[in-house]
């Protein structure tokens, strides 16, 4: 950690925002707290990062060494800078499924973060979360109605659980609802480290017409105690790799469709802006 005396009003500004934040946060937060634009916080992060104070991920940083609280880092933003490229062919191929008007509903997951930043194309749409950084990618954006559900924050996830975050996701019909998981296993489907977070995806399918879910390959050999929804209620899997021998027949078997998201870059249509 550089000495403070060698740092920037700006940078030590962005400093002090993140350690109000937890430990870390989103650049489009950030620039808000700050009163500054996306692009100063990028380039104030990218400064700091140089200097070894904070560690740079896709959509913003968290604090490194003493500050953070944390010899690992906040779960949630190391999580997002793994698989960059791999996330974002994902959510290419996941945008296509969402047409202007649906509603949809995005979890917490570090995939699904790259599909809602890919969703600032598509207009009109009804949001429905429980993750902050979905939130504050959509919202006020393109004539989008945005539903952030209540219920206990847990801070490694940036995202609500519990009781209440069910019930408030089971008062929707969603048109399509975008997933993520810990694990995806042949014998039981969608696996998660984290009872609340399987609970809430059962709620999230029983409100669904489709259920697409969106994860790279390495989910397909990861494991966790917790099973989320039946698998035959899923609609779609969408990853980087096509999925062994075992899977591919379970997802046969659930009546599962299966998408790849091939290296070979895929074109998402242009932004639109209000």
Not at 143 to 156: C, F, I, K, Q, T
Not at 239 to 251: W, Y
Request: hydrophobic share 40%.
């Amino acid at each position: 950690m550089p000495a403070s005396s060698s740092l920037s009003h700006r940078e030590l500004a962005l400093l002090e925002a993140l350690q109000r934040l937890g430990g870390s946060g989103r650049s489009a937060e950030l620039a808000v707290m700050l009163d500054v634009s996306e692009e100063t916080v990028r380039r104030t992060i990218k400064a700091l990062a140089k200097a070894g104070a904070v560690e740079r991920v896709h959509g913003g940083a968290y604090l490194t060494g003493p500050r953070s609280g944390s010899q690992t880092g906040p779960s949630f933003f190391r999580r997002m800078g793994e698989n960059p490229q791999e996330k974002k062919r994902i959510a290419a191929v996941a945008v296509a499924q969402i047409k202007d008007g649906m509603t949809v509903f995005l979890d917490v997951g570090s995939t699904t973060s790259y599909v809602a930043e890919a969703l600032r194309a598509r207009r009109e749409l009804t949001v429905v979360t429980n993750s902050i950084g979905v939130a504050q990618v959509l919202a006020n954006h393109n004539g989008n109605h945005l539903h952030l559900l209540g219920g206990e924050m847990r801070s490694d996830d940036r995202g609500t659980f519990g009781p209440v975050t069910e019930q408030q996701a089971a008062r929707f019909v969603f048109d399509l609802a975008i997933l993520s998981a810990d694990a995806i296993s042949p014998k039981h489907g969608l696996l998660f480290h984290n009872a609340s977070e399987a609970q809430l995806t059962m709620a999230v399918t029983g409100a669904a017409e489709r259920v697409c879910v969106v994860t790279t390959h390495s989910k397909f050999s990861e494991t966790a105690p917790h099973r989320g929804p039946a698998p035959q209620q899923l609609s779609l899997l969408i990853s980087d790799r096509e999925p062994g021998k075992k899977l591919s027949r379970a997802l046969t078997d659930w009546g599962v469709s299966f998408e790849l998201a091939a290296e070979a870059e895929v074109a998402l249509p242009p932004v639109q802006t209000d």
